[in-house]
C-alpha cells in the first residue's frame, strides 16, 4: 500500500460539523478514509452528514460531547460493537472565548479547558487503548499559534491550546512505542467562523496582515495537507511534534 493512501482507514473527526474539523474530515475522506463525524448538535451533525454523503464521501456521523468521561466511553464501546474502531484520531474540537482574565468566572474558564483540552485526553485515552490493539494508530491534536504565544482576552484558550502541545509529547512518550504517532499543528489567523469577529474589525485585520510574514490570513484548506500528512504512514517516524501553519508569525518578532 502507498505511503499515501488512507483507503480502509476509520478517522475520527472531533468537532467535525462546521468549521476547520469539516475541512479536515473532507480532506481525510478524500484521501479514502471513512471519517466518522462528530458533533454535540445532533441535527447540525446529522445536516453535514447528508451534505458530505452527496458528494460522494464515505462518511457516518457519531454524536457525543467529547468533554464527557462517560459519553466518549459510551461512543468508543459502539465504535467497538461495529468493529470499527478508529485508525485516525483528529482532536479538533474546541471553542474560543475572549473575555480579560480579570472579568472571567472560573466556571468559563473551566468549560474552554475541558472543551478544547481534556476533551483530547479523554478521546485520545480510548482511541490509543484501541489502536494499542491493532497494533498502531495516528492521532492528530489541533493546536495553534497560541499553543507557543499569548495574546490579551484569550487567557483560557492559550492555556488550553499550550496544553495540546504539551499533551501531543505526553502522548509521544506514552505510545510511541504502540506504534501511535501524536502529532499537532498549530493553525495561525485563519479565515473561519471562528474568527470573523476579529477579520471584521479593521484594526485587527491590519494588525494580523502585518505580524504576519505573509502578509495575510491563512485560509482553512492550506490546513489540509498537514493533516492528511500527519495521518499517512509517509509520517511515522514523525512524533510528539507540532507543526505551525501560521504564514510564519511563530517564527518572528
Ligand atoms: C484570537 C483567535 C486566535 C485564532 C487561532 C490562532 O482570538 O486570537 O481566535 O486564537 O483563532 O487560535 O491559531
Ligand atoms: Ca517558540
Known amino acids: 500500500m502507498s505511503k499515501f493512501d488512507l483507503s480502509r482507514k476509520i478517522a475520527l473527526v472531533t468537532g467535525s460539523s462546521r468549521g476547520l474539523g469539516k475541512t479536515f474530515a473532507e480532506e ?7 471519517v466518522v463525524l462528530n458533533g454535540f ?11 458530505m454523503a452527496a458528494q460522494g464521501y464515505d462518511v457516518s456521523a457519531a454524536a457525543f460531547d467529547v468533554s464527557d468521561e462517560a459519553a466518549v466511553r459510551a461512543a468508543f464501546e459502539r465504535f467497538d460493537a461495529e468493529g470499527r474502531p478508529p485508525d485516525i484520531l483528529v482532536n479538533n474540537a474546541g471553542i474560543q472565548l475572549r473575555r480579560p482574565m480579570l472579568e472571567l468566572g472560573a466556571a468559563d474558564w473551566q468549560r474552554v479547558l475541558d472543551t478544547n ?21 495516528k492521532i492528530i491534536n489541533i493546536g495553534s499559534l497560541m499553543s507557543d504565544l499569548a495574546r490579551v482576552t484569550v487567557a483560557p484558550y492559550t492555556v488550553a491550546k499550550g496544553g495540546v502541545k504539551m499533551l501531543t509529547r505526553s502522548m509521544a ?12 499543528i498549530g493553525p495561525g489567523y485563519m479565515m473561519t467562523d471562528m474568527t470573523r469577529p476579529l477579520q471584521e474589525d479593521t484594526q485587527f485585520d491590519n494588525w494580523v496582515r502585518g ?19 500527519l495521518a499517512f504512514s509517509a509520517s511515522d517516524f514523525v512524533n510528539g511534534q507540532i507543526l505551525y501553519i501560521d504564514g510564519g508569525m511563530t517564527a518572528v518578532l
Request: with cysteine.
Open 211 to 229: 505580524r504576519t510574514p505573509a502578509g495575510r490570513w491563512g485560509k482553512p484548506e492550506e490546513l489540509q495537507g498537514a493533516v492528511v500528512f
Open 41 to 51: 448538535d445532533t441535527a447540525r451533525l446529522e445536516q453535514t452528514r447528508e451534505e
Open 173 to 184: 512518550a506514552e505510545w510511541a512505542a504502540f506504534n501511535i504517532q501524536a502529532n499537532a
Open 117 to 137: 483540552l481534556t476533551s483530547a485526553f479523554l478521546c485520545g485515552r480510548e482511541a490509543a487503548s484501541r489502536m494499542i490493539a491493532k497494533g498502531g494508530g
Open 28 to 34: 481525510l475522506a478524500g484521501a479514502g478514509a471513512h
